[in-house]
């Protein structure tokens, strides 16, 4: 059974070296699959960014409702809608002050569970209308299992909300698994919650 297999992958590498033909469909298909890929990973922001946007008008039109006079009894009871719509964005002063927060909550939850960050990147890009500013954040560290998921949890279900765009867990060296995190969070910019 061993030397079958044995014989079949010597085959399989030889036909591999002698057919660039082979080769390049393997490369158009891994190509292929990359691009899909990436573009799904396009489409889920696209989506998360049209609901930030979508709350962030209601969240506009209960605030108008809420000043108008004859409309009082109405803003009473919206009261509870805003505050819940206020709970789900971030709120800062500043584009740096946005990365800045984001920066912090994400170190005090990993020294919370105690995991390591090689690195933790911060960007941020604002939508079209200019309203709401986008901050982005990539990490990778050591992963720890049982650890980590508490970590996922924990950031899964924060208020103001934090969107968990990918996770994974590289096991490719025995001697270290790493884990890489990639999460946004929706910020409105100089306006006090």
Same mark, same amino acid.
């Given at each position: 059974?061993?030397?079958?297999l044995?014989r079949?992958w010597? +085959?399989?590498?030889?036909?591999? +070296?002698? @057919?660039?033909?082979?080769?390049?469909?393997a490369?158009?298909?891994v190509?292929i699959?990359?691009?899909s890929?990436? *573009?799904h990973?396009?489409?889920?922001?696209? %989506?998360?960014?049209?609901?930030?946007?979508?709350?962030?008008?209601?969240?506009?039109d209960?605030?108008?409702? $809420?000043?108008e006079?004859?409309?009082?009894?109405?803003?009473?009871? $919206?009261?509870?809608?805003? *505050?819940?719509?206020?709970q789900?964005?971030?709120?800062?002063?500043s584009? /740096? %002050?946005a990365?800045?927060?984001?920066?912090?909550?994400?170190?005090?939850?990993?020294?919370r569970? !105690?995991l390591?960050?090689? =690195?933790?990147?911060i960007?941020?890009?604002?939508?079209?209308?200019?309203?709401?500013?986008?901050?982005?954040?990539?990490?990778? !560290?050591?992963? %720890?299992? !049982?650890?980590? %998921?508490?970590?996922?949890?924990?950031?899964g279900?924060?208020?103001?909300?934090?969107i968990?765009?990918?996770?994974?867990? @590289?096991?490719?060296?025995a001697? =270290? @698994?790493?884990?890489?995190?990639?999460l946004?969070a929706?910020?409105?910019i /100089?306006?006090e919650?």
């Open positions: 059974m061993k030397t079958d044995q079949q010597r +085959q399989l590498r030889q036909q591999w +070296q002698a @057919n660039p033909r082979l080769r390049i469909l490369a158009v298909v190509a699959l990359l691009f890929v990436l *573009q990973l396009q489409q889920q922001q696209n %989506q998360a960014r049209q609901e930030a946007q979508r709350q962030w008008r209601r969240l506009q209960v605030q108008q409702i $809420s000043q006079q004859h409309w009082h009894e109405y803003a009473e009871h $919206s009261q509870s809608a805003l *505050q819940q719509l206020r789900q964005l971030w709120h800062a002063a584009e /740096g %002050q990365q800045a927060q984001l920066r912090d909550l994400l170190q005090q939850a990993l020294n569970h !105690g390591s960050a090689i =690195r933790i990147n960007t941020s890009l604002p939508d079209e209308q200019g309203e709401l500013l986008q901050v982005r954040a990539d990490l990778n !560290g050591d992963y %720890q299992p !049982g650890v980590w %998921q508490d970590l996922l949890y924990e950031l279900h924060h208020v103001p909300r934090l968990i765009e990918h996770d994974s867990v @590289n096991r490719t060296n001697r =270290r @698994n790493l884990y890489r995190l990639g946004h929706w910020f409105v /100089g306006e919650p």
